[in-house]
């Protein structure tokens, strides 16, 4: 119980596939050990042995998958999971959490930086989110939820994209961008999804590399769709920040926009520190940490990305231009 147990949260709006997915997962042979936590059975259920019953049910697969029934309290499914692993009960490697279809993913990823037990015991990995392709421009019209668990992914999977024409591909797929331009977007037909696309994505712990669509950091690119009140946009700055006026912003922004706030993550480079310092953050939560030191000779620049709902960017920006260290 050394190492933690790296942690893959699937999102995704009603119908986007992520029954599909998941059920391939628990019965594909792929040889992972993973445990995969549904907050309900789909149709096609597995039948299997019940190691446990009661609020939760816990079914162990035929290819060494174990599926959880959650009805309560994500934190004590997660403990338990980890107290039979420790135990000998449970050989599982890996956790996947699946949300429901009208679920803020924010609440889930923060239960692993909530809960003291929680996050010595698992590492967060990343969000997932499943986008159905017939349906997404009216989800995304008509429903915030699908633009949030769109803001907070890590990677997006486009389902559904062989009942459409390719111009429609071509336009969920730049909205999806618009709307989060860090994301990698990946085709999903019919759950068919290499798992290598899916684990040790190391995308909510950014893994010191943001990756932006650069097309979308134009000019040309900053305006969202009319009805998307969730977007995303990029700070960049060759000079070094000042750590107390930097603290002093992002803790003065996290208390008045943070439930607006779905993701922000930044490579900063700070005055006097010869190493990256790692910046993210989930609504209220953020932390930070040293990352690796800068190249002798390389230009250090640091990156930030806000992804929320109606943000205030020039108000952002200003205060993290007067966050940074005097010439």
């Known amino acids: 119980m050394s190492t933690p147990i790296p ?30 936590i549904e907050n309900e059975f789909g149709e096609a259920g597995i039948d299997n042995d019940l190691l446990v019953s009661g609020e939760e ?23 338990d999971l980890a107290d039979r692993r420790a135990d000998g009960q449970l050989a599982f490697d890996r956790v996947v959490i699946e949300t429901t279809g009208l679920a803020d993913p924010g609440p889930v990823a923060q239960t692993f930086f909530l809960d003291e037990q929680v996050s010595r015991r698992y590492l967060l990995d990343a969000v997932i989110t499943l986008v159905d392709a017939v349906h997404a421009m009216r989800q995304l019209d008509e429903n915030e939820q699908a633009q949030a668990q769109v803001g907070f992914a890590d990677r997006l999977l486009l389902s559904k994209t062989d009942l459409v024409g390719r111009e429609q591909v071509d336009a969920v797929s730049q909205r999806l961008r618009q709307i989060n331009p860090r994301a990698e977007l990946v085709p999903a037909e019919f759950g068919q999804v290499p798992l290598k696309e899916l684990l040790d ?8 590399v943001l990756r932006i669509a650069p097309g979308f950091l134009s000019d040309g690119h900053r305006h969202h769709h009319a009805k998307d009140r969730v977007g995303a946009f990029v700070f960049r700055s060759s000079r070094p920040f000042d750590d107390v006026r930097l603290q002093d912003f992002l803790a003065a922004i996290v208390r008045v926009y943070g439930p607006d706030l779905l993701r922000y ?12 310092v790692i910046i993210q953050g ?3 939560l953020m932390g930070a940490s040293a990352g ?4 002798p000779g390389s230009a250090r620049e640091s990156v930030m990305v806000f992804i929320g709902r109606d943000l205030p960017r020039e108000i952002i920006e200003q205060g993290l231009r007067q966050s940074l260290h005097a010439a």
Not at 201 to 208: P, T, V, Y
Not at 266 to 276: E, I, N, S, T
Request: net charge positive; hydrophobic share 40%; with cysteine.
């Open 282 to 284: 989930v609504h209220e």
């Open 201 to 208: 994505i190391r995308g909510f712990n950014l893994n010191e």
């Open 265 to 276: 993550k930044g490579v900063l480079a700070m005055q006097g520190l010869p190493y990256r």
């Open 292 to 295: 690796r030191d800068w190249e």
């Open 57 to 79: 049910q816990v079914v162990e697969m035929n290819n060494g998958c174990i599926c959880c029934t959650v009805r309560g309290d994500l934190i004590r499914i997660l403990n």
């Open 7 to 36: 942690v893959t949260i699937v999102t995704g709006f009603l119908g986007s596939g992520k029954t599909t997915l998941l059920n391939r997962i628990l019965s594909e042979s792929h040889g992972a050990r993973i445990a995969v």
